[in-house]
DNA sequence: ACCTGAACACCGTTCAAGT
DNA sequence: ACCTGAACACCGTTCAAGT
């Protein structure tokens, strides 16, 4: 008798597992062995929906990517860049996971690659060329898919108690400064102000270039 | 007797023969086994200098980063910056491993502090208020490091032969055409001038937004 | 003081076998 | 067709032992 009334392994049910297993124990608690314990299966039984860990890791974050909002098609183009950027953040900030897996990728797979052309084509639509639009990729960066590429995310995580907190902030007088006051106006929100901050510093930048009819070949944004 | 003639070991040596391995294999390739096999010892001995894993990828990195240029603390803030960044990314080129290394991580080191303390006291010292430095640093993220946060570097790649190509250009014309823009220009080099220009990018907006008289509160670096 | 051997609790992945 | 058991070649790290 086959395992009683367990439903047949198929990739969407491994998925489903693995992005709730790093939802609830981060990513590095996600193998090839515990998804399978999840779901009551041997390791081996994951290879036949599975082509490798990498493909598994693919696959998690193929899942959350179609489900990003699809922002309105209507209105100036940084206004619908904006819109599918912060929507990715949101889906974003339920799986912290998703930084470091996208990070440790390097290949993008057809819905990845369909998030990125949604909004390339937002930037064409506002009349920008391939060569800006591509420099302004680049400019966003990882911030595409909502999340932050900041190194070191806790600078000031490295000074415990006060003395030592006194020692960085003589050796390190501007970077304490940052600190200091970013936890006097109050972390957690801060982060979000911070993302929504950049990227319209970004987007300004762009539409700047734009609307001065900027043109590849002078080698760089501005003479230096 | 002891092991004949064989240097004493020292964090030091460990570190360099870390970083050569990771020149020559990548960043996958260092393992504690390996660096010991490396220097004709056992994997136990190595942890008399190094706390952990995480304490050897730190000093690796630390290695890298003491022997970033330090650039002449002379000059408009926007050309130091420019010239710490480049410093810095001129000795990456010679180890693409950092990037994993840094990202991968989410404690910086003193040694890697002091870097971004002269980014930032750069910045200061140009008159910038500790908050629009901190927004900087944030709009640079991990370019301070003369990295690129770039996901899926190799967007193209996905598409071996040219029928595979023709409908990837169909399904995701934007970037189809931003890849064809840039295998025509050359990639190699592209992605230096790439990196100068979304470097000099960022500069130009966070100088304006300086020139400006631009603080803090207002929500965003923009109305929108 | 400095290094070692053996062992523990993990990995991803293969291959041939079960039902 | 779909799942399993046993095994291989790795990990990081501990502990008690050697010299």
Redesign the interface.
Known sequence: MTSTGRPPLRRERIMESAVALADRAGLEAVSMRAVAAELGVVPMALYKHVADKDDLVGGMIDTVVAAYPTPNPSGPW??RV?AAVLGARAAMLRHPWMR?A?????????I???H??AI??A??DGGLS??L???A???M??R??GI????????G??APDEATAAA?AS?????A??AA??AATGGECAAE??F???L???????ER?HATGWRSGR????A?
């Open positions: 940084a206004a904006r470091p996208i990070e440790s990728r390097h290949a993008p797979t057809p990845v690659l369909g990125m052309e390339g084509a930037m064409r391939t060569d639009v591509h420099h990729m680049h400019a960066g990882s595409i898919w932050s590429p900041e190194s070191f995310a806790g600078a995580a490295a960085v050796r390190f007088p501007t970077v400064a940052i006051e970013t102000a911070e929504a901050f950049v319209d510093l970004l987007l300004d930048a762009i270039l080698g760089a944004a501005t230096r």
